[in-house]
């Protein structure tokens, strides 16, 4: 499944999606009024990816807010690879520090 916000939508992008091997692809597009699209829209497993795209967003606006990932101190792929886990690993600390206190 692909999710993504409205601002990747184009026919062509579907279309490499589904023929990369991708079953669901939750792309919204706000243009196309037709009744076709939108009811394919409406379909419970395209709301719910959008929820979790939605949800998943969130989570990443927390790591680069807290924990400083909006610029890596490495350079290179391996550097923002090792920089983005270290974020993780330090929100990961923090959840389980205050699981145990409660």
Same mark, same amino acid.
């Given at each position: ?6 601002? #990747?939508? @184009?026919a /062509? %992008? !579907?279309?490499?999606?589904k !023929?990369?091997g991708? /079953?669901?692809?939750? &792309? $919204? %597009?706000?243009?196309?009024?037709? $009744?076709?699209? &939108? @009811?394919? =829209?409406? =379909?419970?497993?395209f *709301?719910r990816?959008q =929820?979790? *795209?939605?949800?998943? !967003?969130?989570?990443i606006s ?7 990932? #909006? ?5 290179g @792929?391996?550097?923002m /690879?090792?920089?983005?886990? #270290?974020?993780v &690993?330090a929100?990961n600390? &923090?959840n389980?520090?205050?699981?145990t206190?409660?």
């Open positions: 499944m692909v999710a993504t916000d409205a601002g #990747f939508y @184009s /062509e %992008n !579907e279309t490499r999606a !023929e990369a991708v /079953e669901k692809v939750a &792309i $919204p %597009n706000k243009h196309t009024r037709s $009744p076709a699209r &939108i @009811s394919h =829209q409406r =379909q419970r497993w *709301r990816a =929820q979790w *795209r939605v949800g998943s !967003e969130g989570g927390v790591l680069k807010r807290r924990h400083g990932l #909006f610029r890596s101190r490495y350079k @792929s391996h550097g /690879e090792r920089w983005v886990g #270290f974020g &690993i929100k600390l &923090i389980i520090a205050r699981a206190t409660k």
